[in-house]
Structure formats: C-alpha cells, structure tokens
C-alpha cells in the first residue's frame, strides 16, 4: 500500500489503507455497534465528511437515523427524546460548523438538564493542534468542555465503545446533560480485525444508579411540610422528567396540598384539578409559607425566590443537584437524591401523619382559581370575533381541540405565542408540553417536534409564532420525508413580538421587528408533499386543525393574525436593559 509523501500524516494514516471486509471493520462499524449496544434507537444527525458511512452503518444495525437539514434541529430533537425517555438522544455532526452549529442544541440541553450525546467528526487533532490548516480544522474538543456536562475525544477504535458507554452514563446520571465525543477521523477510520473489534464490545451494566436521600434530610423535610399552615409545591419539569407520577400524586391527593406546575411540569398533574394553583402563581409567592420544590430551580423565572416571596417562605428542595442547593435564597430542607428514591422516603416518613393545613387554605385558592378562570374565560369570549383573528381569537378555537386530544404533544415557542398558548391551554397528562424552557430561546421547534414523533410514535402540535418558526422551518421538510403525526401552526403576525413595528426615519429598509404579514407560509408546506391550511377565520381554523390531528400526517396550518396582536416581548417586556421607547408605532 502506498504512503502518503506528507512527511507531518503518520504513516498509518487509515485513510489511505482499505478494509478487507468482512474480515476487517473500522471506528464506524465499531460506534454503531457500540450505540446498539446501549439501547440507542435514533440517531438524529446531518452527514458529510467524515461520517457519512458511520450513518449508513448506524442503519445498519437497525437504528434510525433520522437526517436533517441543520444540525442545530436534529440536536433539539436528540434534546426532546432525552427529556421525553430518559434516555440520551444521539446527535451526530460533521465537523466545524456542523459542529458549532449542534453544539448550540447540546448547551441549550445541559441548561435544561436533558440528557443528549453529541457526536461530532473530528479532525486529526494532532494536525489540529500544530495548526496545520487541515480541512475543518477546529479544536471541538476544547471548544465543546465548557459547555456540555463531560467531553470525550476518541483517537483510536479501541476508545470508542468506552466512550460511548461513558457518554451515556454521564448523560443521565446525576443531573442530566449534554455530553460531547468527538470522534476523529483516525478513530473512525482505524481498520481493525473484526475479531479483535468485537473483544472490545460490551454492555455496560447498571447504567443509572438512583442515589437516596440521607435520613435526616428526609426527617427534617417532613417536619418541615406536615407543620405548614399553608402549604404548596411547585413542580418543575425535573419533576416531569423523571417520571415519578405516581409517587407526586399520591403526596398531592393524600396530603390535599395545592401544586404549581412550571410550563414544562404542565400535565404532571391535570392543570384544571381541584388542587391545581396554576392561577394563583402570586399568591402562592406571597401566602405559602411552606414550598416545595420538586425539581424546579429557583431561578430568573421564578424571581429568584426573592422579591415577590414572602420573605419568610421556606423552601424544602428535592433535587438530584447538591449544588442547587442555598441558591440565590437558603434551602431550609434539602432534599438531594433522585427523586423517585427521594419522594419514596418522604412517602414513607409521611404515613400516618396529620398536616397542620390552615382549613381555608386551600378552598380560598379554590375560589381565586374560579375568578381568575372567568376573568380568563371572558378575555378569550371578548376577542372571540376580532378580525383579522388576535392570538387569543385563535388560542379560543384551538384551547378545546388540544385539551380534548390530551396525548398530543405540544410543542410551543415565540413570544406571545409561547405566553399565550401557555396560559391557555391545559395540560392533563404528563410529559407533554415542551417549550424553550430556561433560556427562552427561539428555534426549537421543528426539531423538538420530530423529536417528540420520533421518541414517542405519538401525534405532535407546534405552535409556533412566525418568527419562531423561521429558525427551523426549512426542518419541516425533515417531518415530511419521515412522515410523521406532526402538524406546525403558524401565528402570523407579521413580525417578532408584532408586524406594526415602524422603521426609523433614517431607513427605507424594513423596522428590526417587522417579518412579512403577507407570508404564505402555508405553500412552504406544499413544496414538501404536506397538507397544509392557510386560515383567516375561527371555523377556518378548527376545521383545519381537527382534520390534521386526525390525518396522522405532516400537516402545516398559516393562522392568519392582525399585524397589531401581540406586545413587545410578550410577558417579559421587563427584562430589556432601559425602558422601551415608543418602537411599535
Ligand atoms: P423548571 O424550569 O421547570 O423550573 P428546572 O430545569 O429549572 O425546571 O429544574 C429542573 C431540576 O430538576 C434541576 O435542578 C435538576 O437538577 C432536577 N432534576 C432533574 N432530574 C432529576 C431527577 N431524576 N431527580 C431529581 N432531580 C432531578
Ligand atoms: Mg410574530
């Protein structure tokens, strides 16, 4: 075989050597392998140098890959499957910018605490790191540390099966993350003897070891909650990932202790029961005087735990994180394990005991609920025949046909679209929300929502804002190749927060916040193969979006909306750096 003449390639460089199958295989065979050995299912990914063949092998053992247009979506997919099973979705990228570009997803998982593997082709990094100038030359290693929870970087075949059970066990164990391999071209390319490959294959036993809570910590939490006079537990979507329902119901039901659910814990309890405080957020805040926290931080969207709380709250905190612990107010119970262990020892330490709930504590949420539910009733009644059609015209007609389809899962982004479609609608089964979460971000919608199809075989809706939906719409395209349950509405209103944004007078060119009200993003849908609906009226709309769910298809829906719905930032207008100078009209 010959040598390359580039005196800087080791001599063994595996590119320039060919298998002799079937006796021989190389890294990629290896990695596939190793992936169907810890129970991956799907791998979402987008190929190219240097892991097209991995893909193809990846297939091979009877794994979907499920390919993409960015590799940004397939990461929020990977994300969504993570959240949604419990177990790691796979990510897998070229190198360079395929690279950054899912690295994006895979941070954004570490900060919502998904499990995720992203597998990156590689450079070699020891021309990398002589800064050769190789083809897609980046230190992804290095670049990907801090920001995902453990990186691995594979040189050679023999570390990849390690890496990969590695990666998996760093994904879910403790508090979930993202994980990082990069896989390089000399691992993936390494030709070995398919007899010394499969030596190195094995199953990693006990992949996820539940840590109990110390005993004392459980005692001092049950004190804590059986003496409060007004107790509430808020549920995070730490609580909803992982899938103790049961346990959370038993505690809620038997104590009668009114819970508050984070938009992404929506369903874990039925948000319209007895004992739900959905609409007593703030009173919650400042009248408990008792919280407890299942897996939920106390972080920007929950003011800290300062401010609007009542200074005396103490807060008990079930979390798998110790070092979520005393953060930004002290924890007076903490209660650090996994939370099925966790809620198992309060359970049992609970038995027999009495609570000291003030009697009027709970039906005087009640009765707030009940306002607050008709005041709401009346707002979404009085835009009822706004025309064009305000987001609330729009949240009226598709508020029944989502709740009375409670397996859908729901997908939401945007700004008022997220805000609105949050309140709106009613979650009553768990596990079926999923939204930007804790950064808030913008452009996880398609990819979460093949995720969601993907990891689950179940029906999807988006509800996506126009602005939101240009982030990943091209993926689309993607739910409709694979054909999945999945229908995209679209809340066009012309713009990002609203379409009557007005350019300065120095400009001819559009205002910063202006989109295209007159889009038709209906016929986007059509060029790939989908059913789509472009609405102007409530009837228009609940036709259409009762038929997608029922046809089981990719389905997009164009909700026409007045460019003037919609406010700027929607709920979080608070949080710009100087108050908002008159930027809409
Ligand atoms: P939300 O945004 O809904 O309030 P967060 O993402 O802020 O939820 O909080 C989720 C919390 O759940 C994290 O602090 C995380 O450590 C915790 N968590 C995740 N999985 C588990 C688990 N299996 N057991 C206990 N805690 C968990
Ligand atoms: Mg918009």
Redesign the pocket.
Known sequence: MATTTNPATPAANPATQTPHFPEQVTGMYILARALKNVGIENVYGLVGIPITEAAYLIQGQGIRFVGFRHEQQAGMAAATEGFLTKKPGVLMTVSSLGFLNGLTATTNATV??YPMIQISGASDPTMVDMNMGTYEQLDQFNTAKPLVKAAFRCYKAEDIPAAVARAYRAAISG??GGVYIDMTTPALGQIMNREDAEKLLYQPVDVYS?VAPNEAAVDRAVEMLTSAKRPAI?????????QVDDKIKTLIEKYNIPYFP????KGLMPDAGPLSALSCRSTIMKEADVVMLI???L?W??SFGRGKWNPDMKFIN????PQ?MDVNVPTAAPVV????L?LDAILAKMDGRKMSTDPTWVPSLQTETKEKDAKFATRLESTKSLMPMHHWTALGVIKPIIESNPDVILINEGANTLDDTRDAINMSLPRHRVDC??WAIMGMGMGSMIGAAVATGKSVVAIEGDSAFGFSGMDFSTACRFKLPVTVVIFNNGGIYNGIGKPMDETTDPAPTTLDINARYDKLGEAFGAQTYYVQTPDELAKALTESIASKKPCLIDVQLGADSGKESGHIGYLNPAPLQDITV
């Open positions: 919502n605490c508090r979930p539940p808020l549920l995070g979507k730490g609580a909803a990932y992982a984070m938009s992404m814990a897996g939920a931080r972080n969207l929950l079930l979390d798998i994180e979520e394990g996994d939370m099925g966790s979460a804790t």
